[in-house]
Structures are given as structure tokens and as C-alpha cells.
């Protein structure tokens, strides 16, 4: 049987971390939709029609080495705003949410747009100050050369991008539990996660 968690969030609130704990203690599959728009994003920044970039994404090109750089990420949520780009993305994700023996998404549109019926929905946040602390720190540990005022100006253009576009905005399903991990370890973010995911499992059970 399929059962889907939905986690979605603006930058750095720690979806990815809780996503891959969720998948790890579940035994779910893991999808960073993130990184779908992240590569057409690199694509672009290549040369590449992004509309075409997104309807001949390959597996392979997830793996690019640049695809956790700020100017990639500044394109992914440019090329995100395209309806056309996005409807080329749909049908994987879904496939892969409907999967057998479960699947946790992370992004910004899958308890509103991609998985609107997913069993769990967890719409991750932070403070925008915290967000980037975490954020410069991840690049620094990746000698990605940046300061922490040009990080929190990135993912502050980036926020508001993605949450005023008119194709799938970010913004919380109306049936979803905001988890706020400002004040938050990962193991406290990542343990209130599982919780809301066991009630949801009892009650389908
Ligand atoms: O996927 P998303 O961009 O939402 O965030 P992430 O990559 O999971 O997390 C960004 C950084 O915040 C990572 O380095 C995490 O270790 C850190 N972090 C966290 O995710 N949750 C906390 N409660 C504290 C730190
Ligand atoms: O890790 P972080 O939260 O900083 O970014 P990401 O999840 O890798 O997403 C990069 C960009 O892709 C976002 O700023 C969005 O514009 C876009 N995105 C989206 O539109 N829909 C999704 N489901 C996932 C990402």
C-alpha cells in the first residue's frame, strides 16, 4: 500500500534532514523535489531552454556537483515559476509518491499541488535569520565562499519569489501541521515529524 508524507517549506527550515530521518525510520523512499527545479535551474544556466531543460531532465543530471550553489538556487526558483516547467515535473513525482511501501516528498507545492491527498503533511518553517545561519554554515562546511548577509539576502528573494508566483505557490496546505524548528534540535524537529506521521498511520490503520 502507498502512503505519502508531504513536506514542504521555504529554504533551509530542514526539510531535506527531516525528510531523509522520516524515510530512514519508515523505511520510505525519499524524494528531493527540490532538486528536480535545481537541475533545470543548472540547465539554463548552461544554455538550455528551460521549458526543454524539464521535459528532457535525466536521472543523471540530479547528480551535477553544482546543483547545492546559490546561483543555482536562484535559478531553480525562476525556472519553478514557469507553469510549463512545472507540468513537465508532475508525473514523476507523483509516480513516485504512489509508490509501494511509502514515500516521503520534500518542496514547496506537495500537500497543495503534486500529493494533495498524502496521508501526513508537515509544512516546516523557521525564522528567516536562523534559516540562513544554517545555511551559511552548510555552504562554509562545503567551501562554498559566501557570507552569512548574502545568504539571508538570497533566500529572502527566493521566499518571496516562490511564495508570490502564480504557479504553485509556497504556502501550507490547509490541512497541514506547521512544524517551526527555530527553537528546535534536529532530533526534537525530526522526533515531532514521526510523531504526527504515527497518528496519521493510526488513523488510516
Ligand atoms: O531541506 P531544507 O532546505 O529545508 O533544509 P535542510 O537542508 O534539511 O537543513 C538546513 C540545515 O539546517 C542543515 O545543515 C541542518 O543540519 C540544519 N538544521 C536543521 O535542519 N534542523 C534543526 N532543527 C537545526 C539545524
Ligand atoms: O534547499 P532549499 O529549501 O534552499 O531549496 P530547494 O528545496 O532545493 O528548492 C530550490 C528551489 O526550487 C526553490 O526555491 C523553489 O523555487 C523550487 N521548488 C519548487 O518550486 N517546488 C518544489 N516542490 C521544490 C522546489
Redesign the pocket.
Known amino acids: 500500500m502507498s502512503f505519502t508524507v508531504a513536506i514542504d517549506g ?4 530542514g ?2 534532514t527531516i525528510s531523509r530521518a522520516v524515510a530512514a525510520h519508515f523505511g520510505f523512499a525519499h524524494l ?4 528536480l ?2 537541475a533545470v535551474g543548472a540547465r539554463m544556466l548552461d544554455g538550455l531552454d528551460p521549458v526543454e531543460a524539464a521535459e528532457t531532465l535525466d536521472p543523471a543530471d540530479l547528480d551535477r556537483d553544482d546543483l547545492r550553489r546559490p546561483e543555482v ?1 536562484q535559478a ?2 525562476k525556472v ?1 515559476a514557469i507553469t510549463q516547467v512545472r507540468a513537465a515535473l508532475v508525473d514523476f513525482q507523483r509516480a513516485f509518491a504512489a509508490r509501494a511501501g511509502g514515500a516521503v516528498l ?5 500537500g497543495t499541488v ?1 500529493c494533495p491527498e498524502a496521508a501526513a503533511k508537515l509544512f516546516v518553517t523557521a525564522s528567516d535569520t536562523v534559516r540562513a545561519e544554517r ?1 551559511y554554515r552548510e555552504l562554509a562546511e562545503k567551501g562554498i565562499e559566501t557570507t552569512f548577509d548574502e545568504v539571508l539576502a538570497e533566500m529572502r528573494e ?1 521566499d518571496a ?2 511564495s508570490e508566483r502564480a504557479a ?1 505557490p509556497l504556502k501550507p496546505a490547509g490541512d497541514a501541521v506547521i512544524l517551526d524548528t527555530s527553537q528546535l534540535s534536529i532530533d526534537q524537529a525530526v522526533a515531532a515529524a514521526i510523531a504526527e506521521i504515527d497518528r496519521r498511520r493510526a488513523g488510516q490503520g
Open positions: 521555504p529554504a533551509a527550515a526539510k531535506g528531493d523535489t527540490g532538486l527545479y535545481r538556487a531553480a526558483s519553478a520534500d518542496g514547496r507545492d506537495i503534486i545555511r527566493r519569489r516562490d504553485a
